[in-house]
């Protein structure tokens, strides 16, 4: 059975930093191009960032609204795809899902999401 | 603001057919194919429609999609009271160079 399984959200002040997870099962992880999706409250789906698999590339592409400030990694030994998010702004609120990527599996798989929110 | 447009809202009863309209531009649903999502009440997003027309396994063939020039376009006949669902429209932008989706389309069935 395939799982993505988003953890680390939670409540952080404006300015601060957080570094959400997603572990995998079911798919061979190594192989898959791995994105990042939001969704603030009562708003539509926001592309964040993807990160490549490493045999092509491992590059990472980011959402003009996070460049700069999140990171997106990956380690293939523990099938885990990371966010890093810093510098946060309040507008950073929003429900954070890891899903395969829309070049790769055509975003097939999506995980249930982690809250992050950005308040003072 | 979303690049990809989208009616804010749609509706139908049981038994019709309604279309959702996802207009976009030449660098993103004019040069990629384009994937619709299902999103019911307080869960994850679902693929219901990739490749323009596509349906994933398990996706009635109630549910059908379609292109051309720069917009897209699903359709749900038969409307079943379990189709209430928010459903967006995404495709890659080129000129973005990121994915792109339309602000979502909210589905009533009355």
């Known amino acids: 059975e395939v799982q993505l399984v988003e953890s680390g959200g939670g409540l952080v002040k404006p300015g601060g930093s957080l570094r959400l997870s997603c572990v995998v099962s079911?798919?061979?992880?190594?192989?898959?191009?791995m994105s990042w999706v939001r969704q603030a409250p009562g708003k539509g789906l926001e592309w964040v960032g993807r990160?490549?698999?490493?045999?092509?590339?491992?590059?990472?592409d980011y959402a003009a609204p996070v460049k700069g400030r999140f990171t997106i990694s990956r380690d293939d030994s523990k099938n885990t795809l990371h966010l890093q998010l810093n510098s946060l702004k309040t507008e950073d609120t929003a429900v954070y899902y890891c899903?395969?990527?829309?070049?790769?599996?055509?975003?097939?798989?999506w995980g249930q999401g982690t809250v992050v929110t950005v308040s003072s | 603001q979303s690049v990809l447009t989208q009616p804010p809202s749609a509706s139908g009863t049981p038994g019709q057919r309604v279309t959702i309209s996802c207009s976009g531009s030449?660098?993103?649903?004019?040069?990629?194919?384009v994937n619709w999502y299902q999103q019911l009440p307080g869960t994850a997003p679902k693929l219901l429609i990739y490749?323009?027309?596509q349906r994933p396994s398990g996706v009635p063939d109630r549910f059908s999609g379609s292109k051309s020039g720069t917009s897209a376009s699903l359709a749900i006949s038969g409307l079943q009271s379990e189709d209430e669902a928010d459903y967006s429209c995404a495709t890659w932008d080129d000129s973005l160079n990121g994915q792109v989706f339309g602000g979502g389309t909210k589905l009533t069935v009355l």
């Open positions: 490749t323009n027309s």
């Open positions: 079911g798919f061979t992880f190594n192989n898959a191009w």
């Open positions: 030449s660098s993103n649903i004019g040069s990629n194919t």
């Open positions: 899903t395969t990527d829309l070049g790769y599996d055509y975003q097939r798989r």
């Open positions: 990160i490549k698999s490493k045999t092509d590339g491992g590059t990472t």
